[in-house]
């Protein structure tokens, strides 16, 4: 399993204060830890190989820089206004593991000039931790993204048992090979995961009110009621 990150800025149980721009449902919120989660433990790990890339340092900046361009179509990362730095929030929107709109955020935690660590607040679709890494390879570098997640609530446990588990390592190794891209190198992808465990904390069941999936989904159905009935207003 990989160790986990010594917690920073944003440690489990630090109680976000507001939004970040682009993101819902994360005021007042509090950083998960695992064992604040719901579902199966898993671990991953997912690298490429960037052999004319010269240094790890030079390969971060990059991507710290230009982070939410990496990912998939159809998601979208709010960077905060100063960057990937400790105690930052971030906005996040996109699919859930079973379809459907997710907007939430997340917490920047310890970074150095060749990592940075995620961390996940309440209605998260994970409770736990992902580290994106730079290291030295010979040649070139190696770019990684580690991480150890459990689903938060046990809806998301449905959704990944119905297909948002493949989907979830999808999305990341489309993020490293567009990574791959922006230096003009295209290898593959090394994928490693491994199920810690099937155990679920039925105590935390009850994470399910801070869904930010449901909360999205509600939010964005009470828009379009109101435009709606104001459409028919306006017609009378």
Known sequence: MHPEPTPGAAPPGHLLRHDPPGAENV?????????????????????????????????????????????PEGSRFTAPARGLRPGELAGVELEGPAGGAVSTGVAVDAATPTSFTLRTPEGHMFAGWIRFRTLKADPGTEARIEMRIRPSDPLYQLGLWLGGNRGE?????????????RFG??????????RVSRAFTWRNAGNIRHNAGLRTTAARLDTAIRRLLRGRGSRR
């Open 27 to 71: 005021a007042g919120r509090r950083i998960q830890s695992l064992a604040d989660g719901f579902g199966e433990t898993w671990d991953k790990r997912f690298s490429v190989h960037l052999r004319g890339q010269p240094s790890p340092a030079e390969v971060m900046r990059a991507w710290k820089a230009e982070f939410g361009s990496f990912w």
């Open 169 to 181: 390592d999808r999305f990341w190794q489309r993020t490293l090979a567009a990574l791959a891209a």
């Open 185 to 194: 190198e295209g290898p593959p992808v090394t994928v490693r995961r491994r």
